[in-house]
């Protein structure tokens, strides 16, 4: 029957239907056994493991095994397992134990006692060391029921010697505790002792918990098992770098939302400053229209005081107007604010009456003047003819003026449609690539020619991959372009950040 390379202290064995299955050890070396799937799992004494492929496909019969080291001469012991029996450990029937040397003391586990042909025996010291003497009296005896015992004077009493079973490898202690948890739970040095690597006593339990979760099958390999134990270290870790991140946006967002506040407080902090030098300046103002002894307003007083129209020329008539008032009539911006437009309008009246006042005597003057301007008449001719002449003058030089303003106007048109031209040859060199990659790749040049930004050297082949992913109708434009290098930039960013 052939064997594959034992791998990490396990053998596994391509069952054969026409060939006899031996297993070249004897009963004392066998630990357990248990079926995961349609695989036989023969765990050693020494921790090694044997694994038999598809033993229990249904579409074949189920042979006998042959166990026993061959001495010349000697039949080999033959152990018969049930051929409907579950994912788990398996008890054993016992159809022969010829293959015992007389003499040889022999460790029966207790996991191969508990169905032994005879089926009504239930005398077997477990755990004890026993002669084939013995073990042939309790199959050739089929009516005792009681705990068997051994008269030494008869050859037939157990060895002095009696041993705890051992559980196998740490293997088969991790595949045992996936098929019943009753069975001893793995420590963290069970793993490490059995090549698994990552396995600690913080995520003992949580690694143990998905072994009890899963089926032998699939944790009878150190393979398996080093990746189950990567894969659930991998989540954890992504599960705390996620849980890091929340909590840092928000420590984030709490710090956000102080600086808010303390800028809504200090938004209010100086609104109520501004608002008490506008009080203080008020209270002048209305102290001064109570008693004119006070101290008079200043220019200042009144800006302070959120009024308007108030100037160094018409200050003091506005103070004026304040004194002649009561302080009830000026004890707020509105009450002095019209104040100050009563006197301004007053000001005005009074310069226009001053302004008629001269518009008359300028009348007087302009009847005295005008015989002196008769007599200048024909020098006023003569300045108008002057003034003719330096009138076309000035024409000619307006159409000079307008001709060079046309000429420059032209030449800034054509630097215009020179420029456009770069950027449209540009475009059209990128959104030919976006058509066909065969095309010239676009350059850092390119780019900057069309009139984007935000393309370097070290994000250029990622951001021409995306131009080479689009079509051209969507990259004929530095719109269309720009709205392209935005969108892997984010993606750039979006990847470094994963």
């Given at each position: 029957?052939p064997?594959s390379?034992?791998?990490?202290?396990?053998t596994?064995?391509?069952?054969?239907?026409?060939?006899?299955?031996?297993?070249?050890?004897?009963?004392c070396?066998?630990?357990?056994?248990?079926?995961?799937?349609?695989?036989?799992v023969?765990t050693m004494?020494?921790?090694?493991?044997?694994i038999?492929?598809?033993?229990?496909d249904?579409?074949?019969?189920?042979?006998p095994?042959?166990?026993?080291k061959?001495?010349?001469?000697?039949?080999?012991?033959?152990?018969?397992?049930?051929?409907?029996?579950?994912?788990?450990?398996?008890?054993?029937?016992?159809?022969?134990a010829?293959?015992?040397?007389?003499g040889?003391a022999?460790?029966?586990?207790?996991?191969?006692?508990?169905?032994?042909?005879?089926?009504?025996?239930a005398?077997?010291?477990?755990?004890?060391?026993?002669g084939?003497?013995?073990?042939?009296?309790?199959?050739?005896?089929?009516?005792?029921?009681?705990?068997?015992?051994?008269?030494?004077?008869?050859?037939?009493?157990?060895?002095?010697?009696?041993?705890a079973?051992?559980?196998?490898?740490?293997l088969?202690?991790?595949?045992?505790?996936?098929?019943?948890?009753?069975?001893p739970?793995?420590?963290?040095?069970?793993?490490?002792?059995?090549g698994?690597?990552?396995?600690?006593n913080?995520n003992l339990?949580?690694?143990?918990?998905?072994?009890?979760?899963?089926?032998?099958?699939?944790?009878d390999?150190?393979?398996?098992?080093?990746?189950?134990?990567?894969?659930?270290?991998?989540?954890?870790?992504?599960?705390?770098l996620?849980?890091?991140q929340a909590?840092?946006e928000?420590?984030?967002?709490?710090?956000?939302?102080?600086?808010?506040?303390a800028?809504?407080d200090?938004?209010?902090?100086?609104?109520?400053?501004?608002?008490?030098?506008?009080?203080?300046a008020?209270?002048?103002?209305?102290?001064?229209a109570d008693?004119?002894?006070?101290?008079?307003?200043?220019?200042?007083?009144?800006?302070?005081?959120?009024?308007?129209?108030?100037?160094?020329?018409?200050?003091?008539?506005?103070?004026a107007?304040?004194?002649?008032?009561?302080?009830?009539f000026a004890?707020?911006p509105?009450e002095i604010?019209t104040?100050i437009?009563?006197?301004?309008a007053?000001?005005?009246?009074?310069?226009?009456?001053?302004v008629?006042?001269?518009?008359?005597?300028?009348?007087?003057?302009?009847?005295?003047?005008?015989?002196?301007?008769q007599?200048?008449?024909e020098?006023?001719?003569?300045?108008?003819?002057?003034?003719?002449?330096?009138a076309e003058?000035?024409?000619?030089?307006?159409?000079?003026?307008a001709?060079?303003?046309?000429?420059?106007?032209?030449?800034?048109?054509?630097?215009?449609?020179?420029?456009?031209?770069?950027?449209?040859?540009?475009?059209?060199?990128?959104a030919?690539?976006a058509?066909?990659s065969?095309n010239?790749?676009?350059?850092?040049?390119?780019?900057q020619?069309?009139g984007?930004?935000?393309?370097?050297?070290?994000?250029?082949?990622?951001?021409n991959?995306?131009?080479?992913?689009t079509?051209?109708v969507?990259?004929?434009?530095p719109?269309e372009?720009?709205a392209?290098i935005?969108?892997q930039?984010?993606?750039?960013?979006?990847?470094?950040?994963a």
């Open positions: 029957m064997t390379k034992p791998t990490n202290n396990v596994t064995i391509l069952h054969n239907v026409d060939q006899p299955l031996i297993l070249n050890v004897t009963l070396d066998i630990s357990t056994y248990a079926r995961t799937g349609s695989d036989l023969v004494g020494d921790g090694a493991v044997i038999v492929k598809d033993y229990f249904l579409s074949t019969p189920l042979p095994i042959h166990i026993g061959e001495h010349a001469g000697e039949e080999l012991l033959l152990v018969q397992l049930d051929k409907a029996a579950p994912d788990g450990p398996i008890d054993i029937i016992f159809n022969d010829s293959g015992l040397a007389n040889e022999c460790l029966i586990p207790s996991s191969q006692t508990s169905t032994i042909s005879p089926s009504n025996i005398g077997i010291a477990i755990g004890s060391a026993i084939l003497a013995g073990l042939n009296q309790l199959f050739s005896d089929s009516t005792s029921s009681a705990q068997r015992t051994f008269d030494t004077a008869s050859g037939d009493s157990p060895s002095a010697e009696i041993s079973i051992s559980m196998g490898s740490a088969a202690k991790i595949i045992a505790y996936s098929l019943d948890t009753s069975n739970t793995p420590s963290a040095e069970d793993y490490t002792s059995t698994i690597s990552g396995v600690t913080e339990n949580q690694i143990n918990a998905m072994i009890e979760s899963m089926r032998p099958a699939d944790v390999s150190i393979d398996e098992l080093q990746t189950l134990v990567d894969e659930h270290n991998t989540k954890a870790t992504l599960e705390q996620a849980a890091e909590e840092a928000q420590a984030a967002a709490e710090q956000q939302a102080a600086k808010e506040q800028a809504a200090a938004g209010q902090a100086e609104a109520d400053a501004a608002q008490a030098v506008i009080d203080e008020v209270a002048k103002i209305a102290a001064y008693d004119n002894t006070n101290p008079a307003p200043s220019m200042e007083d009144y800006q302070a005081a959120s009024t308007t129209g108030v100037t160094a020329e018409n200050l003091d008539s506005i103070n107007r304040i004194d002649s008032t009561e302080a009830v004890d707020s509105e604010q104040q437009d009563g006197q301004i007053q000001n005005e009246a009074d310069a226009q009456a001053a008629e006042a001269q518009a008359a005597a300028e009348a007087q003057a302009a009847q005295d003047q005008a015989e002196a301007e007599l200048a008449a020098q006023a001719a003569a300045e108008a003819q002057a003034a003719q002449e330096q003058a000035e024409q000619a030089a307006a159409e000079q003026q001709a060079e303003e046309q000429a420059a106007a032209d030449a800034a048109q054509a630097e215009a449609d020179a420029a456009q031209a770069v950027i449209d040859e540009a475009v059209a060199k990128i030919a690539y058509d066909d065969t010239p790749a676009p350059s850092l040049e390119d780019y020619a069309a984007t930004t935000g393309v370097s050297a070290e994000n250029l082949d990622s951001i991959a995306r131009i080479d992913s079509t051209g969507l990259a004929d434009s719109e372009i720009q392209q935005d969108s930039i984010a993606q750039n960013e979006a990847d470094a950040q």
